[in-house]
C-alpha cells in the first residue's frame, strides 16, 4: 500500500511539472510616458494606461493566451479571452526573449468596463458590462515595490486588476492596498468588500 501511495505521489509530481513550469521569464512595468500631454488627455477621457514587458529566454516560440474574469459580491462570475495567440498562427508567437504590450482600459459612459491590448502588429479589444453605479474603476497591478517578478510556463498568471476602491470607514478610498495585499486576488471582494473587479491573467505555453 506505502508503494502504491509513493508511486501515485511521483506520477503527481512529474504531472504537475509537466503541465506548470518554472522559468526564467520577469515581467516588468513601464510607467513612462512620451509627453506631459498625452498622460493629461489620458487622464481627461479616464483611460488607464500600462505598459506590460516580459523578459527571459523562455519566451522564445511560445504562445500566450490573456483572460479577463469578473467577479461580483466576492464571487466569480464571468471569462472572457481577450486573445489567444494560438488562433493568429506564427503571427502570434513570440520570436524574442522580450515581449511587451499596452493595455489601456476605461469604464465607458454606457456602462461597460472596456480593455484594449495593443501589440506591435495587432490588437484586440474586450468589453464587459457594469452595473449603473459602480464608478471609481483603475488599473493596478502587483508587484507594489517590486520591480519584476517571475511568471511560470503552462500556468495562468494574475498580471493586472481593474477594481473599485476599497472604502474606509472614515470616508477614504484605497487601490494600492488592496492589489499589494499579498491575498489572493480572487479574495479581493470577500476581503475589501469591493462589489466589483476584474482580473487580467497570461498563460505563456
Not at 149 to 167: F, G, H, K, L, R
Request: with cysteine; aromatic share 14%; net charge neutral.
Amino acid at each position: 500500500m506505502k508503494k502504491l501511495l509513493l508511486l501515485l505521489a511521483i506520477v503527481f509530481l512529474l504531472m504537475t511539472n509537466i503541465f506548470a513550469t518554472e522559468s526564467d521569464i520577469k515581467m516588468q512595468f513601464n510607467y513612462k510616458y512620451d509627453s506631459p500631454d498625452i498622460l493629461s488627455i489620458l487622464r481627461f477621457e479616464g483611460i488607464n494606461f500600462d505598459k506590460v514587458t516580459f523578459v527571459g529566454e523562455d519566451l522564445k516560440d511560445k504562445h500566450f493566451i490573456i483572460s479577463i474574469k469578473e467577479f461580483t459580491n466576492g464571487k466569480f462570475a464571468k471569462q472572457v479571452v481577450a486573445l489567444d495567440s494560438n488562433e493568429l498562427g506564427d503571427l502570434g508567437k513570440i520570436k524574442s526573449n522580450t515581449f511587451s504590450f499596452r493595455v489601456l482600459s476605461k469604464r465607458t459612459m454606457d456602462n461597460l468596463a472596456r480593455f484594449q491590448f495593443q501589440f506591435d502588429r495587432f490588437s484586440s479589444e474586450k468589453e464587459l458590462k457594469v452595473g449603473e453605479k459602480l464608478n471609481g474603476f483603475v488599473m493596478k497591478n502587483f508587484l507594489g515595490a517590486k520591480n519584476e517578478t517571475a511568471i511560470p510556463v503552462n500556468e495562468s498568471t494574475y498580471i493586472m486588476t481593474y477594481m473599485m476602491p476599497y472604502d474606509h470607514k472614515d470616508g477614504s478610498k484605497s487601490y494600492c492596498e488592496v492589489a499589494q495585499s499579498g491575498i489572493n486576488p480572487e479574495e479581493f471582494g470577500t476581503k475589501y468588500a469591493i462589489p466589483t473587479y476584474f482580473l487580467i491573467d497570461i498563460k505563456f505555453q
